[in-house]
């Protein structure tokens, strides 16, 4: 009963964490997607805001997740992956994201993420856990 418990409370956390870095994408990022067509006064900020978040939902239901597994894709070795890489992943690209904002240093969350879950592979696994041809493409 009690390992359920602590499963639980590490997917719960897990969760949390994937949510607290997508808002951080859409923080960091998703101003990339409106800049244009506000700043030559297209759309007004809430319009664009609004198209923006439509387009987003409407690729979610046709794209699903094949962006994110083609990404993923022979990055690491899937064997090694457990909750503590997604969480060591996680905090590492949380913490790049904010760290690249309040800097204004313009970055990828994509990569940051990217980043961590092979900065989580290596610390767990060595180098050797790496699949560079996935890291390189």
Do not use: C, Y
């Not at 949510?19 to 700043?39: C, E, K, Q, R, Y």
């Not at 809430?46 to 997740?65: P, S």
């Amino acid at each position: 009963m009690a390992s359920a418990e602590i499963a639980f409370w590490v997917v719960a956390l897990l969760v949390v964490l994937a949510l607290l870095f997508d808002f951080m994408n859409g923080f960091h990022d998703a101003a990339n997607s409106i800049a244009t067509v506000v700043s030559t006064g297209v759309l007004k900020p809430q319009q664009a805001v609004l198209f923006a978040a439509f387009f987003n939902v409407l690729a979610i239901a046709f794209f699903q997740l094949k962006v994110a597994a083609t990404i993923g894709k022979g990055i690491v070795e899937p064997g090694i992956v457990d909750h503590h890489v997604v969480f060591g992943a996680l905090i590492g690209a949380i913490a790049w994201n904010a760290i690249t904002w309040w800097r204004g240093i313009p970055s990828s969350s994509s990569h940051a993420l990217i980043g961590g879950i092979a900065g989580a592979v290596v610390s767990k696994a060595g180098p050797e856990a790496l699949i560079a041809g996935g890291i390189w493409k």
